[in-house]
């Protein structure tokens, strides 16, 4: 593990971890380069931060689950290779069903430089009663239905993506506003670094 970081399961009380891309349900079809473990990973100051947002959420009867943190350089590559190849339609209807791959990252759905390889950008959702509540998208959806201020969601599922919003920017984290699921923390330690280590 690189100096400053820590598996967040260790130093957040009650968080939960569902850590997609060591997997194969994610938009590419297949576990990442760098994710050998499914293990949340991010710096000290995220976790610091993220353990006054779990407290807050579990003071309003609500959990929180990470889908994603740290993310190394090596699986951002990843991306980029995944959407140059041809088009196999495996994750399509789930994650891009209106978009060709290759708009992605034009619309700002995946970058050559991800906030996430600099640690301190988390992607999460509520749950309730260790459930993921409905946000009106799953994790990952590339459309605008997940932006967050999207019209076609129920008011219920806005609720739900208001309450999310709150409880991180109280505890210093501030939204991507593509992505409902897109946290990074306000005052990132390392702004100018994109790490590569492996998650182990």
Request: charged residues 20%.
């Amino acid at each position: 593990m690189e100096k400053g970081f820590v598996y967040l399961t260790d130093a957040v009380l009650g968080v939960q971890e569902e850590i997609r891309y060591a997997t194969a349900h994610n938009l590419t079809g297949h576990p990442l380069a760098g994710y050998h473990a499914g293990r949340a990973v991010a710096t000290c100051e995220a976790a610091a931060a993220l353990g006054k947002a779990c407290a807050a959420a579990r003071t309003l009867g609500y959990g929180l689950l990470i889908y994603d943190a740290y993310r190394p350089q090596k699986a951002v590559d990843d991306f980029v290779r995944w959407s140059a190849a041809p088009e196999d339609g495996k994750t399509k209807a789930e994650f891009y069903p209106a978009l060709d791959k290759r708009e992605l990252f034009p619309k700002g759905y995946i970058a050559l430089h991800s906030g996430h390889s600099r640690g301190s950008t988390i992607d999460l959702t509520l749950t309730k009663d260790g459930v993921p509540v409905d946000m009106g998208t799953g994790f990952d959806f590339m459309g605008e239905e997940s932006h967050h201020n999207a019209p076609t969601v129920t008011p219920s599922q806005a609720e739900m993506r208001t309450l999310l919003c709150g409880i991180m920017a109280c505890a210093g984290f501030v939204p991507y506003e593509n992505e409902w699921w897109h946290y990074r923390l306000l005052k990132e330690p390392y702004p100018d670094t994109w790490f590569d280590f492996d998650i182990e």
